[in-house]
Structure formats: C-alpha cells, structure tokens
C-alpha cells in the first residue's frame, strides 16, 4: 500500500512539472508567432524602404495603400517641391527623436486623379524615379511612404 501511494505521489510530480514546462514552452512560442506576424504585417511596406521607383510604381503604391488605416504617403514631384499627401496626412515637421513624429494628422486633401493629371502640380511622370522612404513612429509602426522625385 505504501509503494502505491509514492507512486501516485511521483506520477503527479510528474504531471505538474511537465506541465509548468509546456506552460513555458507555450509562452515562448506565441511570442515568437506575435513578432512573426509583425514582421510580416509590415513586409509589405518594406519593400519601398531606402529604394529607387519609377513614376508608375509609385502610383500603383498609391492605388494599393489609398484605404489602409492610419497611413499616408506623401509625394514630392519636380513640379511641387512642397510635397502631397494622400490617404492621411503624417507628422514629419518635427525632428526624428519627437515623440510626436509619424503621428497621423488628419485626412490628406490629395487626390489620385491628381497624380495623372499632366497640367497639375501633383502629376507623376510614369517614367520619373523617386526614391522611397519609410515613416516610422515613436513605436516603430510603419505610418507613412514619402516618395521624392530624383
């Protein structure tokens, strides 16, 4: 009777310790899984970090992130040094280390019709070259593409 009772006391030490580790083992994996699903959430956007683009990839970048919540890209053409944004307006007017930078604004008053109309301002040559660069906020989220024409 004796030898039963420290069995049943060691396979419930057992149970409880493999327990604890796939606890832990659990936890590891979804934080893994959480910064997977980051990186690829953002993937999409990378793509135009510190890269060179002709003028039809940059409205076809416009077409494709117009509806994204919270993000705006800002357009620089030869035409209209100041720059345009669409879709949201970021905060890029302060320095890099405010707490306020890439923050969203508002609503950006640009329109795609803009960017192929030849006699506006905004119009991006489908031939030009642009460079792209990302804006990050204070918490490293992806708010914004600035393209700037070369």
Known sequence: ?????????????????????AQDSTKAAQSNFSNIQTELSQTAFTVYDNTTLSG???VNALRKFRDVDQFGIQIFTGKNPAGQWYGKTINTSV?????????????APGLIAQTVDEADINYVNPS??????????SSNVIRGIVFRQQ
């Not at 009777?1 to 580790?21: E, N, Q």
């Not at 030009?128 to 906020?137: E, I, Q, S």
């Open 128 to 137: 030009g070259k642009f460079r792209a660069n990302l804006v990050l906020d």
């Open 95 to 107: 320095p890099l280390d405010n707490v306020t930078y890439g923050t969203v604004v508002g609503v």
């Open 1 to 21: 009777m004796a030898a039963g009772i420290f069995l049943a006391i060691a396979l419930i030490t057992l149970a409880v310790v493999l327990f604890v580790s």
């Open 56 to 58: 039809s990839q940059v």
